[in-house]
């Protein structure tokens, strides 16, 4: 199921958006433009937690993580934070997270397209990410409540 207007909200609460310069410094800081889905989103809410449970493709299941904002005044739960803090927590390069619990995330990887990155996940620590979707926009399509 795809997140849009007419169906299930994306957000379960509501927080004010992402303006348009923050989601410009969180792009300059991890080095990387983000999916414009990925912005959108942003846009309508600066990170928190979705209504959809999880990711589901080809029968394998993957639980949905608080997303990460761009709020440069926020003291954790941002994607520079994480940026931050990504050796610490066995994130590879050229992979952005962008939702995050504990050593699980879901992270935008760019080594293969810079211009399109694939969305990956990492269930714990010490475990390999796992690719699951090649664009965030495939990722948005198999998200399930």
């Known amino acids: 199921m795809a997140p849009n207007e007419d169906e299930l909200a994306f957000w379960f609460d509501e927080r004010r958006g992402a303006t348009e310069a923050e989601l ?3 792009e300059r800081y991890v080095g990387y433009v983000l999916p414009k889905p ?3 989103l942003l846009r309508r809410q600066n990170g928190g937690v979705s ?3 999880g990711y589901e493709v080809e029968g ?3 639980p949905m993580l608080p997303i990460l904002g761009v709020d440069p005044d926020a ?3 941002t994607l520079m934070r994480a940026h931050d803090v990504r050796v610490h927590f066995g994130v590879p390069d050229g992979v952005v997270v962008i939702a995050a619990q504990g050593s699980a995330w879901w992270g935008l990887d ?3 397209k810079r211009d399109c990155p694939s969305v990956v996940y990492r269930a714990d620590e010490g475990v390999a990410p796992v690719e ?3 664009s965030f926009e495939a990722f948005l399509s198999h ?3």
Request: glycine share 4%.
């Open 110 to 112: 760019y080594n293969t």
């Open 143 to 145: 998200l399930t409540e």
């Open 75 to 77: 003291a954790a739960g």
């Open 38 to 40: 990925f912005r959108d």
């Open 60 to 62: 394998r299941y993957y």
């Open 51 to 53: 209504n959809f449970a």
């Open 132 to 134: 699951v979707a090649l």
């Open 24 to 26: 410009d410094t969180a």
